[in-house]
């Protein structure tokens, strides 16, 4: 490292309110002591290095040696004269945003960033061999497919946080080698252009190292299509000749469903219209309770038999569903539209044959209700069937 950087790193220290202008200068301040003769150095050698190419007090410039008494220097620095010297990661990027040079030291102290950065670094050499177009002179690369896409390099530290661990991966899936190479690059470059058509432009590499995770997965999954031999339209027809047979069977479990619900009323009133009021337990009315709660009970054991042709649409819509997750294109909002639907009337269908349950069971404690009612005397003085008249 030049020994002009080591002599600012240990100034560095020293200063306060550092600030980076946009036009490439530092400003800060020194709290200047005269009694310090080694700071007094290091202002000295900095300043004939041209690293300090301004000094004032109180708002008036000086020059060496009058650095004057005790007091605040304000500071005014030429970051060029310090090579390989970087106040920040954002400006270490500003500088060289695909190529870290050989030698380069940060203020300011980051793991995390330093790592994102060699490997955003990595990242776009090895893209650099990939992209359509790469303009080295105005920093900037073009994906192309029916059009170009400019694409500058500008992103922030922040943004390489998952770079490196997604580095590995996106090389090994977009590595030469491959003897489909080439359309793993397209299927990469065309999930790219679809996430980064609509982003401001400064803003798209920062999107992409962001969102690599997400670009990678699609990729793949189109790749996987791809292998497969796969179209999405067979997918809709494979699906919609599915949801036939789906939506048929859930018409033919409703059927049965709308049937208890009009059989069950009905058949419950007419066994309670045989009911006879006695004094105590006779044959007729227990049999027609007994036969009563035996209809219900097999309509019951029905609906257990519906439920279980319930699951079986669920597993096999579920599978469906989860096999089809694994092969997402563009158009995968359509497929979970269908889904959705079906989905939808299969909880409809769901729901009333619990209703159909329920009732079941309350049609059969009415009927021992009545059965008790019809059998115990206080029970009829206590509530009389019909209107006693005197």
């Not at 530290?157 to 977009?174: E, G, N």
């Not at 257990?304 to 158009?331: P, Y």
Request: aromatic fraction near 12%.
């Amino acid at each position: 490292m030049a020994q002009v950087v080591e002599s600012f790193l240990k100034f560095r220290s020293r200063l306060s309110q550092v600030r980076e202008e946009s036009d490439g200068w530092m400003l800060a301040v020194c709290d200047f002591d005269p009694k310090e003769p080694e700071l007094t150095d290091l202002i000295t050698r900095l300043y004939e290095e041209g690293v300090i190419s301004e000094l004032k007090r109180g708002g008036q410039r000086i020059f060496l040696p009058a650095l004057g008494n005790a007091g605040t220097l304000e500071l005014r620095i030429d970051p060029g004269n310090l090579p390989g010297y970087f106040e920040n990661y954002d400006s270490l990027i500003k500088s060289y945003p695909d190529a870290a040079p050989e030698t380069f030291v940060v203020w300011e102290k980051n793991d995390s960033f330093h790592a994102g950065y060699l490997a955003v670094c990595k990242l776009l050499q090895f893209l650099k061999a990939k992209a359509e177009v790469w303009d080295a002179t105005g920093q900037r690369f073009f994906l192309v497919d029916q059009q170009a896409l400019e694409i500058p390099l500008a992103y922030s530290a922040k943004q390489t946080a998952s770079v490196p661990v997604r580095f590995a991966a996106v090389t090994r899936f977009l590595d030469s080698h491959h003897l489909d190479a080439d359309a793993r690059w397209a299927f990469f470059r065309k999930v790219s252009l679809r996430l980064l058509r609509e982003v401001p432009k400064e803003k798209r590499l920062g999107t992409m190292l962001e969102s690599l995770d997400r670009l990678l997965e699609r990729a793949q999954q189109n790749h996987s299509l791809y292998l497969e031999r796969f179209s999405f339209e067979d997918l809709l027809k494979n699906f919609d000749e599915k949801r036939l047979k789906f939506v048929a069977d859930l018409n033919q479990i409703l059927s049965s469903i709308q049937t208890a619900l009009i059989g069950v009323p009905i058949g419950f009133f007419i066994i309670l219209e045989k009911f006879k009021m006695a004094k105590g337990w006779i044959g007729l009315n227990i049999l027609l309770a007994v036969g009563g709660i035996l209809f219900f009970a097999l309509l019951f054991v029905l609906t257990l038999n519906q439920g279980k042709a319930l699951q079986g649409i669920e597993i096999a819509l579920s599978d469906f569903e989860f096999d089809q997750k694994k092969r997402v294109t563009d158009k995968f909002e359509r497929l979970q539209r269908l889904l959705a639907s079906t989905w939808a009337q299969f909880h409809r269908v769901g729901r009333l044959l619990c209703v159909v349950r329920i009732l079941l069971i309350l049609f059969s404690v009415l009927l021992l209700a009545a059965l008790l009612w019809c059998s115990m005397p206080s029970w009829q003085r206590f509530l009389p069937y019909t209107v006693v008249t005197p």
